[in-house]
């Protein structure tokens, strides 16, 4: 296994494009002991760790994260089971730029693949999608592009690869790596079975010699096993992450005027992200109309719509052009968006994987997120219909028995948070507050006998041949005429229970059934039944308690505390946004809210400290960090703040190789004797952007004509002040230049730039 130089790749942007590790062609998918042991050196492991920061600009890896990229380096399959939010695409992506080849990964997710490779184009690493998004004449040029060897990733949709000659076509390229996303697809048991994923496991044969990897946030124990035997990964090396997000926070409330409680959480969350899931696509609709006509920025996305329209809907969202999506339950919407702080359930999934996998949408950047679920008991009746719809009685039975379980989990009393890890066979040792609804405020446990005796007795002298809404009928009372006609309101029950709200006999109802005390037949109208424990209830003196019903109100989980700097944690948020649409790129591509915030707390004056923001890489201070550090300095200009003390880490080298294209526009622009506002005007652009332009060009080293601007003599008393100050901060050296030195904050900028430069050129010692 050789390191190939930058100059082996004649044709690719390489500017931040690391080195790659090749394998000699024709070698088997599991490298020779000798070839093992150089994935175990020092040097291999610099390789890693210096494509780690100097692409995607972090120190180190999450969990288990640096395992997974080393085994697949190292030529061995991998089954990597991380939860939502915990970096899987990284363990793909980044062995995709160290392999010699093209890495191919299979998804089903059109909305994820374009967001990734939107994502992977801002750090120069060339990949590319195909799908059924695209026209035929796209798909040629990408296919071309891949044939010259000018992709490292390509996403692909499972049906590609029954096109004729698209396998051949890679074939042909050389695919060292196949990444098989949301794994699950592949089982009868997943929450999202896909049939054409069960014709993956011919790849094998079609490219031997390539690592094979297959990644999944949600799998049971029997999901897992069926994986591996079904994508032919039984010899893979397994990892496994906690599936525990505990910066989520769980909450089940009652359904009672939903959409009220739905508009005031909004309403308390100002500016913050969220996706609010319904069973229908007519619910999407009107609920996503009646928040907007509450004005609330809100979009539908459901598989009803015509392509156009959910694109439009999926790129308001994740530009941060409208505060909240409506999407159906059924329908995946993919979304790579890190920074949604709310998934509300509006109506019951249908199993807790899909729960799991849905309410993950929220918090994927690690900052707390409220995952909230309506729940009432006639959401289970109306998703039986679906279970119905099941083709086989197999799967039949497999879908009535998640939606159980489903059901189960938001009725009970347990610790949701345990409660959902044990679906996984994960043990919970617990957590710090906040951790879900049931912790945060523990229900109150009541003495439920006599109420209950009196819904089993109701039962029995109903004959046991009704549900559970027929019975509380009776105890409250009712006059309707099914009931007087079978002449239950003679009964000695009817009546006993009006003292009790409905919504209350309901609450005891179900905890009954759940618990074991009636059994409820689904397969034949619900019809309830006592059992041998609810007989020990109602004839022997055994004593029930249950979790007292649950109010509406419920406190949300999120810190209101603001960020050590927010009306500038703020500013930046809008320069994000303004690049982002410049770039035509979501805003979380840019920068995610942590490492805005990060800088808000630090106020990094040059480009070596903001390098030392975690999530700044070389790549992206070159194309747009001077403008966050101009932003920063205009803050401490206005307020005076002072950085906050945080631990900081060895900054990278910043690359100058290049500027960006927009630093190159208004730079031409400018050397012909224009000033920064008539740049400004003519560019569109603020005043302060195109100086953020002017330095980045003077730091890679251009020449700009600053003659018409900056005088020597203005240099000079600059250079005087800064020996006495240092450069870090721009306020002192205003303030030692005094108010008659007449100096603007872009004037600084700029020679402090000039100095900088100045000293890198200098000969040593």
């Not at 039986?384 to 938001?410: C, G, N, S, Y």
């Not at 747009?624 to 005076?640: H, K, N, P, Q, S």
């Not at 060009?697 to 020597?712: F, N």
């Amino acid at each position: 296994m050789r390191i190939m130089a930058r100059n082996d790749f004649a044709g690719l942007d390489t500017v931040s494009l690391p080195c790659m590790l090749t394998r000699k062609p024709g070698s088997s998918s599991i490298p020779d002991p000798d070839q093992r042991q150089i994935g175990n050196t020092s040097a291999h492991g610099d390789i890693v760790l210096e494509t780690l920061r100097s692409v995607w600009g972090y120190d180190s890896f999450r969990p288990l994260q640096e395992d997974i990229v080393r085994t697949i380096l190292d030529g061995h399959d991998a089954f990597v089971l991380l939860p939502t939010g915990g970096g899987k695409s990284l363990c793909y992506q980044l062995p995709a730029l160290l392999l010699e080849g093209l890495t191919v990964v299979i998804s089903p997710l059109i909305a994820l693949m374009k967001d990734q490779v939107d994502a992977l184009t801002e750090l120069d690493v060339p990949a590319t999608f195909i799908n059924s998004s695209l026209d035929s004449r796209e798909i040629h040029d990408r296919l071309a592009a891949i044939s010259r060897g000018e992709i490292k990733l390509l996403y692909v949709a499972p049906e590609r690869f029954a096109t004729a000659g698209f396998i051949q076509r890679l074939q042909a390229r050389g695919v060292s790596l196949v990444a098989i996303d949301e794994a699950h697809c592949v089982s009868e048991w997943g929450h999202d079975f896909r049939p054409e994923y069960r014709d993956l496991l011919r790849l094998r044969d079609a490219f031997p010699n390539a690592v094979f990897a297959a990644f999944t946030a949600t799998a049971t124990s029997h999901v897992q096993s069926d994986i591996r035997q079904q994508l032919g990964l039984a010899g893979a090396q397994q990892f496994q992450g906690s599936f525990n997000r505990p910066n989520l926070f769980y909450d089940v409330r009652p359904k009672r005027d939903a959409y009220h409680q739905i508009a005031s959480y909004i309403r308390s969350h100002p500016g913050k992200s969220g996706i609010i899931y319904c069973l229908s696509r007519a619910g999407t609709e009107s609920t996503s109309e009646r928040l907007r006509r509450d004005g609330f920025s809100a979009l539908a996305y459901h598989g009803g719509m015509d392509s156009h329209a959910r694109h439009r809907a999926q790129e308001a969202f994740v530009r941060d052009d409208i505060q909240v999506v409506v999407a159906t339950i059924a329908f995946g919407m993919g979304i790579d968006k890190p920074d949604v702080r709310f998934v509300i359930h509006q109506d019951l999934p249908r199993n807790l994987e899909s729960y799991y996998q849905e309410s993950g949408r929220a918090g994927r950047d690690g900052e707390p997120a409220d995952c909230i679920l309506f729940y009432s008991y006639g959401d289970v009746v109306r998703q039986t219909v679906f279970v119905d719809d099941k083709p086989t009685p197999h799967l039949r039975e497999i879908a009535q028995t998640q939606l159980k379980q489903m059901a189960a989990w938001a009725e009970g009393s347990r610790c949701r948070r345990e409660a959902l890890l044990s679906y996984f066979d994960e043990p919970f040792a617990g957590q710090p507050p906040p951790c879900c609804d049931i912790c945060g405020d523990p229900p109150e446990m009541i003495d439920m006998t006599i109420a209950a005796q009196m819904l089993m007795s109701c039962v029995k002298r109903t004959g046991e041949r009704f549900g559970l809404a027929y019975v509380i009928d009776v105890l409250r009372g009712s006059k309707d005429q099914r009931i007087v006609r079978a002449g239950h309101d003679k009964l000695s029950t009817w009546g006993i229970g009006k003292d009790r709200p409905k919504a209350e006999w309901q609450h005891l109802g179900r905890a009954l059934i759940r618990d074991g005390y009636l059994h409820q037949d689904t397969t034949n109208f619900n019809i309830l039944s006592v059992t041998q424990a609810g007989g020990d209830v109602l004839f022997r003196e055994k004593r029930v308690s249950f979790a007292k019903l649950p109010a509406v109100a419920k406190a949300d989980s999120q810190d209101q505390a603001g960020e050590a700097y927010p009306e500038l944690f703020e500013r930046l948020r809008r320069l994000r946004k303004q690049i982002a649409d410049t770039r035509g790129v979501p805003p979380y591509v840019v920068f995610p809210d942590s490492t805005l915030r990060q800088i808000a707390t630090q106020l990094p004056s040059t480009p070596q400290a903001l390098l030392q923001v975690i999530g700044v890489g070389a790549r992206k201070a070159e194309a747009y960090g001077a403008e966050f550090l101009a932003e920063v300095d205009m803050f401490i200009r206005d307020t005076g703040a002072t950085p906050k003390s945080l631990p900081t880490r060895d900054a990278a080298p910043l690359r100058r190789q290049t500027m960006s294209k927009t630093a190159r526009e208004s730079l031409a622009i400018f050397n012909q004797g224009q000033s920064v506002e008539d740049v400004a005007h003519q560019r569109g652009l603020a005043a302060t952007t195109i100086e953020a332009h002017l330095v980045e060009a003077i730091e890679s080293g251009a020449e700009v004509d600053v003659r018409h601007m900056l005088t020597d003599q203005m240099i000079h008393d600059v250079t005087k002040v800064i020996a006495r100050t240092g450069d870090d901060l721009l306020r002192p050296i205003m303030d030692e230049l005094g108010e008659d030195a007449d100096y603007t904050w872009g004037e600084l900028r700029l020679i402090r730039a000039i100095l900088r430069q100045q000293r890198t050129k200098m000969p040593p010692g």
